[in-house]
C-alpha cells in the first residue's frame, strides 16, 4: 500500500489483526514532520517529568488486563511502561487521532522489545534464565529511539508523497476484518497477497506474536486468542482436499503419523481457499492477482504450497502467468526449528481470469 501511495495508485487493504490495521493505517498516512516532531516533543517532556516525579513516589497506576504481567515483564519496566500507557492509550496527551496513532506503533514497538519474551522465537516463550537475569531494558531509551527512526521514516514517506506542491498521495483504504467478510467497496486490477502460511501449530502465531503489545494498548486477552483461532475456521462446508488432489494426498500422510494435525491442516486449506475465492471475487475481469507463498512442514512432511494453490486457483477459473521465487533475506523467525527448516524462501504466483488473453 505504501508503493500505490507513492506511485499514486488508490489501494484498499484488509487485515484481521487490529494490530496489524494500526500500523498499516500509520504507514499510509503521510504526517507532516513539523507537525509530528512537536508532538513527539510534548510527548518526550511529559513522559520524563512524570518518569521523575512517578519514580521518587513510587506511586503508578498500573491498570492492564494480563494474567501474567509479571512473568512477562521486570517491575521496572511495567513501571515505565504504565506511564507511558496513560499518556497514550488512557487519558491521551496527543489530540490529532492519526499523530496519536503514530505514537501507538512506537509504544508497540518498545513493549515488545522492552518485555521479558524472547526474540527471533517461533512462539512467545521468555527469556532462558541466564539471559533473563541479566535482561534490564531501559524503556525511555528504547521508546526515544523508536520514535527517533520511525519520524525519520516518516519523514522520508511525507517527503516522496507530499513535496512538490501536492498535499496527499493516492487514497489507501484499511479494513478491519476477516476477508472472507469484510466488504470491499470496489473492485481492484491488481491484487497482491501474502496469506496466512498456516495455522498456529506449524507456523507464525500471529496473536501470540502481538499479543503483550495488544494487551498494553487495551485489547482483551480472549480477543487476541481469538486471532489465532480464527482465521483457520471454515464459514462454510467447502472441502479443499476434494478440490486439490495433492492436498488429499499430503493430509492422508499426515493423518498415519498424527490424526489431529490432518484435521489442523485440513482447516486451514479449508479456511485458505473461501479466503481465495473471497478475494478473487473482488478482481476485476481483465485484473491479476498475485499471491507470496512460502512452503512449511507438518509432522516432518512438506506441505506443497506452490502446488496446492495452484489447483486451488484452477478450480476459481485463474491461469497462471508468471512464478517468481526469493530467498527471504531478513526474518524474525529463526530458519530452522527442531526438526525442519523454517519458511526461508517464498514464491510470487501471478494469475489471470482465464477469459483473459
Ligand atoms: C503472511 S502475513 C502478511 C502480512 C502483510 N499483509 C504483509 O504482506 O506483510 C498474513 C496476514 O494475514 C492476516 N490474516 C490471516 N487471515 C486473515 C483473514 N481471513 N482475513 C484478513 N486477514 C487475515 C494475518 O493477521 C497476517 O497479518
Not at 14 to 28: A, M
Not at 150 to 168: D, P, S
Request: charged share 25%.
Amino acid at each position: 500500500m505504501v508503493e500505490s501511495i507513492i506511485t499514486k495508485n488508490p489501494s484498499i487493504g484488509v487485515e484481521i489483526n487490529p494490530l496489524g490495521v494500526l500500523i498499516s493505517r500509520v504507514k499510509t498516512t503521510p504526517l507532516k514532520p513539523r507537525e509530528l516532531e512537536s508532538s513527539i516533543c510534548r510527548l518526550l517532556k511529559e513522559y520524563y517529568s512524570r518518569l521523575g516525579v512517578l519514580h521518587l513516589e513510587s506511586g503508578v497506576h498500573i491498570d492492564i488486563e494480563c494474567d501474567r504481567l509479571r512473568y512477562w515483564f521486570k517491575p521496572a519496566a511495567i513501571r515505565d511502561l504504565a506511564i507511558l500507557k496513560e499518556l497514550l492509550v488512557d487519558c491521551p496527551l496527543e489530540q490529532d487521532q492519526a499523530i496519536l496513532d503514530f505514537l501507538k506503533v512506537c509504544f508497540s514497538e518498545t513493549v515488545r522489545r522492552a518485555s521479558n519474551s524472547r526474540a527471533g522465537q517461533f512462539k512467545l516463550h521468555r527469556l532462558a534464565p541466564d539471559k533473563l537475569s541479566r535482561h534490564r531494558p531501559d524503556v525511555p531509551g528504547l521508546f526515544t529511539s523508536i520514535l527517533l527512526s520511525n519520524y525519520h521514516r516518516m519523514t522520508e514517506f511525507y517527503n516522496c508523497v507530499c513535496l512538490g506542491g501536492q498535499t496527499e498521495g493516492a487514497r489507501a483504504l484499511v479494513l478491519e476484518g476477516d476477508n472472507r467478510e469484510v466488504d470491499v467497496p470496489e473492485k481492484a486490477d491488481l491484487i497482491l497477497t501474502s496469506p496466512h502460511y498456516g495455522d498456529n501449530k506449524t507456523s507464525i502465531s500471529y496473536g501470540q506474536f502481538s499479543k503483550l503489545s495488544m494487551l498494553w494498548l487495551g485489547y482483551k486477552e480472549e480477543d487476541i486468542r481469538r486471532l489465532d483461532r480464527r482465521p483457520s475456521k471454515s464459514c462454510t462446508n467447502t472441502s479443499a482436499a476434494q478440490i486439490s488432489r495433492t492436498l488429499s494426498g499430503v493430509v492422508d500422510k499426515i493423518r498415519r503419523k498424527k490424526e489431529s494435525r490432518a484435521r489442523s491442516v485440513t482447516a486451514y486449506f479449508d479456511s485458505l481457499y473461501e479466503s481465495l475465492a473471497a478475494t478473487r471475487y473482488i478482481l476485476n475481469q481483465r485484473g491479476i492477482m498475485c499471491l507470496v507463498v512460502g512452503e512449511r512442514h507438518v509432522t516432518g512432511t512438506r506441505i506443497p504450497m506452490v502446488k496446492v494453490v495452484h489447483d486451488f486457483m484452477m478450480d476459481l477459473r485463474m491461469k497462471p502467468i508468471a512464478k517468481l521465487s526469493r530467498a527471504i533475506p531478513r526474518k524474525y523467525l529463526p530458519r530452522q526449528n527442531d526438526t525442519v527448516e523454517t519458511i526461508n524462501r517464498e514464491f510470487i504466483l501471478a494469475y489471470a481470469d482465464c477469459a483473459r488473453s
